[in-house]
T-cell receptor, first 113, second 115 residues
Framework: DGGITQSPKYLFRKEGQNVTLSCEQN?????MYWYRQDPGQGLRLIYY???????QKGDIAEGYSVSREKKESFPLTVTSAQKNPTAFYLC????????????FGEGSRLTVL | DQQVKQNSPSLSVQEGRISILNCDYT??????FLWYKKYPAEGPTFLIS?????DKNEDGRFTVFLNKSAKHLSLHIVPSQPGDSAVYFC??????????????FGKGITLSVRP
């Protein structure tokens, strides 16, 4: 089945530790995105990548890093510099079109203790 | 500054009645609008979209209306069903900004459909 797979679904970390969230897609989409969802905040864009080996900061990139070494993969690292890392993280992808329709993964819930 | 606003955080309707979810936007460059539906602990799924060249798009029980002069769109669900209970996000993009113009999301509306 084609889709987007995020792992892990739930993750607990101690404060000060870096953590990497995985996102893999087999939709052959060029573009991939990371969003963060907080209660009452909607979806906020962290980073996006339109093509392999290239990525751009979104609206709330501070404290996060990404890489795009393969078309299928777009991992997100939540660093210790992120002040409020506890959140629900969503990965998405899209075909390189102008329609903007995104396909989302199931999400990863990160809790920092 | 929020460019896509969903001012009502929640809506409760009786099963079988119409649900009307509203969304306002401020960026006049937005020309493509989408609605996503999200269940708890899951990713959003695409529901319906509309281009600014139209004022209405219908797909089964779901209809989206666009009023460009008022910078307002609404999603109508009729008849509403208990399975429609979810968070609904309005999103917009300025496609003239090039391929993969970023989507801007509203904060979402929680719809509850009472049996």
């Amino acid at each position: 089945d084609g889709g987007i797979t995020q792992s892990p679904k739930y993750l607990f970390r101690k404060e000060g530790q870096n953590v990497t969230l995985s996102c893999e897609q087999n939709l052959n989409h060029d573009a991939m995105y990371w969003y963060r969802q907080d209660p009452g905040q909607g979806l906020r864009l962290i980073y996006y990548s339109q093509i392999v080996n290239d990525f751009q900061k979104g609206d709330i990139a501070e404290g996060y890093s990404v890489s795009r070494e393969k078309k299928e993969s777009f991992p997100l690292t939540v660093t210790s510099a992120q002040k409020n890392p506890t959140a629900f993280y969503l990965c998405a992808s899209s075909v390189n079109t102008n329609t903007g329709e995104l396909f989302f993964g199931e999400g990863s819930r990160l809790t920092v203790l | 500054d929020q460019q896509v606003k969903q001012n009502s955080p929640s809506l409760s309707v009786q099963e079988g009645r119409i649900s009307i979810l509203n969304c306002d936007y401020t960026n006049s460059m937005f020309d493509y609008f989408l609605w996503y539906k999200k269940y708890p602990a899951e990713g959003p799924t695409f529901l319906i979209s509309i281009s600014s060249i139209k004022d209405k798009n219908e797909d089964g029980r779901f209809t989206v209306f666009l009023n460009k002069s008022a910078k307002h769109l609404s999603l109508h669900i009729v008849p509403s069903q208990p399975g429609d209970s979810a968070v609904y996000f309005c999103a917009a993009s300025a496609t003239s900004g090039g391929a993969n113009s970023k989507l801007t999301f509203g904060k979402g509306i929680t719809l509850s459909v009472r049996p």
